[in-house]
């Protein structure tokens, strides 16, 4: 495959809500790594969160919901690199 972005292998090892802030950690290459909540994963027009954020050198990154009204709907965490999709490797 010429130009085939490299597979990126993460886990995300830990979600905490606190009030309308979510923060995540993921355990792998976290450099380049952008955080997203979405309603539909595969809807970037779906997205809950007021600005996907990456994640810092430790693969901690921390994102605000800004809309009170999703409080208790499903939404799911997406890392991403550079905002396109990432395989997600289930262990």
Known sequence: MANAAPTLTIA??????????CSAVVE????GL?????RQPGSASSTSSVNPK???????AS???QNA???GSEASLL???SLQHCRRVNG
């Open 79 to 81: 890392p991403q690199r």
């Open 12 to 21: 995300i090892t830990d979600v905490a809500w606190k009030h309308m802030r």
């Open 54 to 60: 990456s994640f810092n050198a430790s693969g901690v």
């Open 28 to 31: 792998g290459s976290s450099v």
């Open 34 to 38: 952008v955080a997203d909540i979405r």
């Open 63 to 65: 994102l605000v919901v």
């Open 69 to 71: 009204d999703l409080t």
